[in-house]
């Protein structure tokens, strides 16, 4: 059975994150880690294929760009032979280069992140790319979301 792992303080992404992986990998174990903490107790306890991570995260200065890239570091440090992505919402070229050239696999952005595209960049890793996706800041539509009418 495969095992990703999702680290991401914010729970609604990191629960649409996992949902996201769950319902493109068949047979794939999915843990959360809403720290940095809880990440590396859960990457020294268990072997994990993929690790999905937010640079941002609780306890390290998330506008630090030394930060933000010793979180991405230390990450596939502790999980040398997964597929690293990660996934931010403060995106920048210079970071992307930085990240790939530690070992992270593909560098994404939460902005725009529709359904599907996790599993397409899995592919796109699978096929020796390195998939970047920079924020969408051309939305014409504001999102809509009625409680109890909208999944």
């Not at 068949?26 to 720290?35: L, M, R, V, Y």
């Amino acid at each position: 059975m495969r095992k990703a792992l999702v680290v991401e303080d914010q729970n609604l992404m990191r629960q649409a994150l996992m949902a996201e992986l769950q319902a493109g990998l068949d047979d794939c174990f999915i843990s959360g880690a809403q720290t940095f903490a809880m990440a590396q107790r859960l990457l020294a306890e268990d072997q994990f294929d993929l690790v999905v991570t937010d640079p941002g995260l609780p306890g390290f200065d998330p506008t630090s760009r030394r930060d933000r890239l010793l979180v991405v570091e230390t990450m596939i440090r502790s999980a040398p032979t997964a597929i690293h992505i990660v996934v931010t919402g403060s995106d920048s070229s210079g970071e992307a280069v930085a990240c790939r050239a530690l070992g992270a696999s593909a560098y994404i952005a939460k902005t725009g992140l529709s359904p599907g595209t996790l599993c397409e960049i899995l592919g796109e890793v699978a096929q020796d790319a390195f998939p970047l996706r920079y924020s969408v800041s051309d939305a014409q539509t504001p999102e809509v979301n009625i409680s109890g009418l909208t999944p």
